[in-house]
C-alpha cells in the first residue's frame, strides 16, 4: 500500500466515525445510569427502558404510526409498481416531464409540503386532521422513492424476457404475472420496506397534519422540551434507529439481489 | 402492447400526486394572494402579501449588510438561510467528494457492504439525528462534560449549541452519506481507460485527478449539490433544535406565520417566495456551469 491509500482510507474510517458518532451517543446514554447524557459514564443500566411499555402515549402513538406506516407502504408499492411499467414499458406522452412532476416532493421542503396540504384540507375543504390527512401527508414523501426504487429494478432486468412470454402466448396480464412480477419482487418488497421507514420516521409533515392522535416522531418531539424525560428520550430514540436501522439494512440487502455486479452499487 | 394500456397504469399515480401534491401547492399560491383580517381571511384577491415583503422601509442592519424593508425579517432570514445553507452545502461536498472517491477507486470487496454502511443513517429518523446533536453540543452534553472530566476546561462552553454554526455542522452531518451515492455512480461510470491513458502519456496523479476525474465526476457532484441545497434552506428542525434564537432559519418563520403569528396567507407568500428564490438560483448555477454540455459530455 502506497503512504497515499493509507491516507484515503484513514479519511474514510474518518468519515464513517463521524457519521456514526453522534447518533451512537444515544444508545450509550440511554443505557447509562444517570438521569443525564454526560461523562463519564456512570454504570450500566437498562432502567430508562424499563417504564416504556407502561407509558400509554407512548405506545398510542407507537400504534399510530405502525398504522399510518403500513397503511402508507402498502399505498405507495400498489400506486408506484403501475406507474414504474408504465414510466419503463410503455409510451407515455411527456414521460419527462411527468417523471419530474412525480418527483418533485423530491425538492420541495417537507414545511412546505405540510402547510401547503394543511391549507387546503383545513381553509378549502374544511376536513378535521387526523390520521388519515398524515398518511396522505406520508403518501407524498413516499411515492417517488417507491416509485424511484421500481423503475430502477424494472430497467435492470431485460424486456425480452417479457417479449418472450408475449410471443409464447402469454397476455399482457399473465406476462406481468408470471414474469415482470415475479423479477420485480425484490424491488416491490424494498418499495413497502422503504415507503414504511419514510412513514414511520416523518416528522416535519406529521407536526402540521396530526389531530388528536400523535405519531411516534411527534410524541417524541413534544419530549425534547423536557429535560427531565431525557433518559426516556434516550431509550426511545435508541430503539427507533435500531428498528429502523435493521429495516434499512433489510430493504437494501433486498434491493441488490439478483442485480448484476456492475449494478449492485447504484442508487 | 396496447397504446393506452401505458396512460391507465399511470393515471392512480397520477391522480394522487395531482390531488395530494399539484392541489396543495395551488391552493398555497392562491391563499398568498389573499390576507388575514383579523380571525377571518379575506379572499379579495391582492399582492398585499408580496408586497409586505419587499415594500421600503428604514434599514435595518444584519450582520453589517443593510436590509431597507418595512418588514425585513422575511429577506433578512432567506438570505441567512442561503448563506447557511450554501456554507453547509460546500462542506458535504468537500467531505463527501473524497468519500465517493474512495469508493469508486479504491474499495474493490464489498463495495454494497460500504454502500449500506453509508445509506442507513440517511433513512433512520431525520429528528433523531439532528437531536444527537443536541447531546454531544449541549451545555450538559458530551463534549462539554468529556472535557470537564479530562481537565481540559472548568465551566462547560455555552458558545457550543444555539447557533448558526451548530445548525450548519449539523445539517452538513445530515447530509454527507446522501451526497457521497451521486458522485460516486459518476465516478464510477468514469472509463478507467482514460485514466491509464493519460497516465501513458506522462500525467502526473494530481493532472489526471485535476484534467479527467474531477471534470467527469461533476454531473454527480452538481447533482449532489442541488440534493443538498435545496431541502436545506427550508429545513425546519434543524433550526428548531440547535439553532436557539440566533440560529433560526426562514422554515421556522413560516411555521410561526401558519401557527403562533396566526398569518397563514403571509406563510404562503413567504413559502413561495422562499421557493421561487431557490429555483431561480439553481437555474442561475446550472446556467452558469453550462449544465448541458457537461451532461452530453460525460454521457449521463
Same mark, same amino acid.
Given at each position: 500500500?502506497?503512504?497515499?491509500?493509507?491516507?484515503?482510507?484513514?479519511?474514510?474510517?474518518?468519515?464513517?466515525?463521524?457519521?456514526?458518532?453522534?447518533?451512537?451517543?444515544?444508545?450509550?446514554?440511554?443505557?447509562?445510569?444517570?438521569?443525564?447524557?454526560?461523562?463519564?459514564?456512570?454504570?450500566?443500566?437498562?432502567?430508562?427502558?424499563?417504564?416504556?411499555?407502561?407509558?400509554?402515549?407512548?405506545?398510542?402513538?407507537?400504534?399510530?404510526?405502525?398504522?399510518?406506516?403500513?397503511?402508507?407502504?402498502?399505498?405507495?408499492?400498489?400506486?408506484?409498481?403501475?406507474?414504474?411499467?408504465?414510466?419503463?414499458?410503455?409510451?407515455?406522452?411527456?414521460?419527462?416531464?411527468?417523471?419530474?412532476?412525480?418527483?418533485?416532493?423530491?425538492?420541495?421542503?417537507?414545511?412546505?409540503?405540510?402547510?401547503?396540504?394543511?391549507?387546503?384540507?383545513?381553509?378549502?375543504?374544511?376536513?378535521?386532521?387526523?390520521?388519515?390527512?398524515?398518511?396522505?401527508?406520508?403518501?407524498?414523501?413516499?411515492?417517488?422513492?417507491?416509485?424511484?426504487?421500481?423503475?430502477?429494478?424494472?430497467?435492470?432486468?431485460?424486456?425480452?424476457?417479457?417479449?418472450?412470454?408475449?410471443?409464447?402466448?402469454?397476455?399482457?396480464?399473465?406476462?406481468?404475472?408470471?414474469?415482470?412480477?415475479?423479477?420485480?419482487?425484490?424491488?416491490?418488497?424494498?418499495?413497502?420496506?422503504?415507503?414504511?421507514?419514510?412513514?414511520?420516521?416523518?416528522?416535519?409533515?406529521?407536526?402540521?397534519?396530526?389531530?388528536?392522535?400523535?405519531?411516534?416522531?411527534?410524541?417524541?418531539?413534544?419530549?425534547?422540551?423536557?429535560?427531565?424525560?431525557?433518559?426516556?428520550?434516550?431509550?426511545?430514540?435508541?430503539?427507533?434507529?435500531?428498528?429502523?436501522?435493521?429495516?434499512?439494512?433489510?430493504?437494501?440487502?433486498?434491493?441488490?439481489?439478483?442485480?448484476?455486479?456492475?449494478?449492485?452499487?447504484?442508487? | 402492447?396496447?397504446?393506452?394500456?401505458?396512460?391507465?397504469?399511470?393515471?392512480?399515480?397520477?391522480?394522487?400526486?395531482?390531488?395530494?401534491?399539484?392541489?396543495?401547492?395551488?391552493?398555497?399560491?392562491?391563499?398568498?394572494?389573499?390576507?388575514?383580517?383579523?380571525?377571518?381571511?379575506?379572499?379579495?384577491?391582492?399582492?398585499?402579501?408580496?408586497?409586505?415583503?419587499?415594500?421600503?422601509?428604514?434599514?435595518?442592519?444584519?450582520?453589517?449588510? !443593510?436590509?431597507?424593508?418595512?418588514?425585513? &425579517?422575511? =429577506?433578512? $432570514? #432567506? /438570505?441567512?438561510?442561503?448563506?447557511?445553507?450554501?456554507?453547509? +452545502?460546500?462542506?458535504?461536498?468537500?467531505?463527501?467528494?473524497?468519500?465517493?472517491?474512495?469508493?469508486?477507486?479504491?474499495?474493490?470487496?464489498?463495495?454494497?457492504?460500504?454502500?449500506?454502511?453509508?445509506?442507513?443513517?440517511?433513512?433512520?429518523?431525520?429528528?433523531?439525528?439532528?437531536?444527537?446533536?443536541?447531546?454531544?453540543?449541549?451545555?450538559?452534553?458530551?463534549?462539554?462534560?468529556?472535557?470537564?472530566?479530562?481537565?481540559?476546561?472548568?465551566?462547560?462552553?455555552?458558545?457550543?449549541?444555539?447557533?448558526?454554526?451548530?445548525?450548519?455542522?449539523?445539517?452538513?452531518?445530515?447530509?454527507?452519506?446522501?451526497?457521497?451515492?451521486?458522485?460516486?455512480?459518476?465516478?464510477?461510470?468514469?472509463?478507467?481507460?482514460?485514466?491509464?491513458?493519460?497516465?501513458?502519456?506522462?500525467?502526473?496523479?494530481?493532472?489526471?485527478?485535476?484534467?479527467?476525474?474531477? !471534470?467527469?465526476?461533476?454531473?454527480?457532484? &452538481?447533482? =449532489?449539490? $442541488? #440534493? /443538498?441545497?435545496?431541502?436545506?434552506?427550508?429545513?425546519?428542525? +434543524?433550526?428548531?433544535?440547535?439553532?436557539?434564537?440566533?440560529?433560526?432559519?426562514?422554515?421556522?418563520?413560516?411555521?410561526?406565520?401558519?401557527?403562533?403569528?396566526?398569518?397563514?396567507?403571509?406563510?404562503?407568500?413567504?413559502?413561495?417566495?422562499?421557493?421561487?428564490?431557490?429555483?431561480?438560483?439553481?437555474?442561475?448555477?446550472?446556467?452558469?456551469?453550462?449544465?448541458?454540455?457537461?451532461?452530453?459530455?460525460?454521457?449521463?
Amino acid at each position: 500500500m502506497s503512504p497515499r491509500r493509507d491516507a484515503l482510507t484513514w479519511y474514510a474510517v474518518a468519515f464513517v466515525a463521524f457519521l456514526y458518532g453522534p447518533v451512537l451517543l444515544m444508545p450509550l446514554f440511554s443505557f447509562n445510569d444517570s438521569n443525564f447524557a454526560t461523562f463519564p459514564l456512570a454504570g450500566f443500566t437498562t432502567r430508562h427502558y424499563a417504564g416504556m411499555a407502561a407509558n400509554i402515549s407512548m405506545m398510542e402513538a407507537l400504534r399510530n404510526s405502525l398504522t399510518v406506516a403500513l397503511g402508507v407502504s402498502a399505498a405507495a408499492t400498489a400506486l408506484a409498481l403501475p406507474a414504474a411499467l408504465a414510466l419503463t414499458r410503455h409510451r407515455i406522452p411527456g414521460r419527462a416531464l411527468v417523471t419530474g412532476f412525480m418527483m418533485l416532493p423530491l425538492v420541495v421542503p417537507s414545511i412546505v409540503l405540510g402547510v401547503a396540504l394543511l391549507v387546503i384540507l383545513i381553509r378549502i375543504l374544511g376536513v378535521q386532521l387526523s390520521l388519515w390527512t398524515v398518511a396522505a401527508g406520508h403518501l407524498v414523501v413516499a411515492l417517488p422513492f417507491s416509485l424511484a426504487v421500481l423503475m430502477s429494478r424494472l430497467e435492470g432486468f431485460d424486456p425480452s424476457l417479457e417479449e418472450a412470454s408475449g410471443d409464447l402466448g402469454a397476455g399482457g396480464f399473465g406476462t406481468f404475472r408470471r414474469v415482470t412480477l415475479p423479477l420485480a419482487l425484490p424491488g416491490v418488497i424494498s418499495s413497502l420496506l422503504l415507503a414504511f421507514i419514510i412513514s414511520f420516521d416523518e416528522f416535519v409533515i406529521s407536526f402540521f397534519l396530526t389531530g388528536t392522535r400523535n405519531t411516534l416522531p411527534v410524541f417524541l418531539f413534544s419530549q425534547l422540551r423536557f429535560p427531565n424525560r431525557l433518559p426516556g428520550t434516550l431509550a426511545l430514540g435508541s430503539l427507533i434507529l435500531f428498528g429502523s436501522a435493521l429495516l434499512v439494512i433489510l430493504t437494501e440487502v433486498i434491493r441488490r439481489r439478483g442485480l448484476p455486479a456492475d449494478r449492485a452499487g447504484g442508487l | 402492447m396496447r397504446r393506452t394500456a401505458g396512460p391507465a397504469l399511470l393515471a392512480p399515480a397520477f391522480l394522487v400526486m395531482a390531488a395530494a401534491l399539484a392541489a396543495p401547492l395551488g391552493a398555497l399560491v392562491l391563499l398568498s394572494f389573499w390576507t388575514q383580517t383579523g380571525f377571518e381571511i379575506d379572499r379579495t384577491f391582492t399582492l398585499a402579501n408580496y408586497w409586505r415583503i419587499v415594500e421600503p422601509g428604514p434599514p435595518t442592519w444584519w450582520n453589517g449588510i !443593510p436590509f431597507p424593508f418595512a418588514y425585513p &425579517v422575511p =429577506a433578512i $432570514l #432567506l /438570505v441567512k438561510s442561503l448563506a447557511m445553507s450554501l456554507t453547509a +452545502t460546500a462542506a458535504v461536498i468537500l467531505v463527501a467528494w473524497p468519500m465517493a472517491y474512495f469508493l469508486a477507486f479504491r474499495v474493490r470487496r464489498g463495495k454494497a457492504a460500504w454502500i449500506i454502511l453509508l445509506t442507513v443513517p440517511f433513512w433512520t429518523s431525520y429528528l433523531l439525528r439532528v437531536f444527537s446533536w443536541k447531546i454531544v453540543l449541549g451545555y450538559n452534553g458530551a463534549v462539554n462534560s468529556g472535557l470537564i472530566a479530562l481537565g481540559v476546561i472548568g465551566e462547560p462552553l455555552d458558545f457550543l449549541l444555539y447557533n448558526p454554526v451548530a445548525v450548519m455542522i449539523t445539517l452538513t452531518h445530515s447530509w454527507i452519506a446522501f451526497a457521497v451515492l451521486p458522485i460516486y455512480v459518476s465516478l464510477e461510470k468514469i472509463d478507467r481507460s482514460l485514466l491509464e491513458a493519460a497516465a501513458d502519456l506522462g500525467d502526473s496523479r494530481w493532472a489526471r485527478l485535476r484534467r479527467i476525474t474531477l !471534470p467527469l465526476s461533476m454531473p454527480g457532484t &452538481v447533482a =449532489a449539490t $442541488l #440534493l /443538498v441545497f435545496i431541502p436545506t434552506v427550508g429545513d425546519y428542525v +434543524t433550526p428548531t433544535l440547535v439553532g436557539g434564537t440566533q440560529g433560526t432559519m426562514i422554515g421556522s418563520l413560516v411555521q410561526q406565520l401558519f401557527t403562533r403569528q396566526d398569518n397563514a396567507p403571509m406563510g404562503a407568500a413567504v413559502s413561495i417566495v422562499m421557493m421561487l428564490v431557490i429555483a431561480a438560483l439553481v437555474l442561475v448555477f446550472l446556467r452558469a456551469i453550462g449544465w448541458r454540455r457537461m451532461r452530453a459530455r460525460a454521457g449521463a
